[in-house]
């Protein structure tokens, strides 16, 4: 028996999109939305890395299997 395509994202407009060899793609309209949660400042996603960069901040959010994670706890502190 096969699932339910209701719960089936992967031919949705909106759902996240992964590209052999180059990471995944966020949409880009969830990018306009996101701010970082510490200075509410712009991100900048870096799709090679996976994370998603507040400059402000000094702070890389990871963004794991197309899910931002933005806890201040799970970034990594960039150099300066």
Do not use: F, W
């Not at 028996?1 to 089936?8: I, Q």
């Not at 994370?51 to 300066?80: H, N, T, W």
Request: glycine share 4%.
């Amino acid at each position: 028996m096969t699932e339910p395509t209701a719960n089936n994202t992967a031919n949705h407009p909106d759902a996240v999109n992964s590209h052999e060899g180059r990471g995944v793609e966020l949409d880009p309209r969830l990018l306009e939305l996101l701010v970082c949660p510490v200075t509410k400042a712009p991100l900048v996603y870096d799709r090679a890395a996976q994370e998603l960069i507040s400059r402000q901040a000094k702070l890389a959010y990871p963004v794991r299997d197309g899910i931002p994670i933005m806890l201040p706890d799970e970034a990594r502190k960039l150099g300066d």
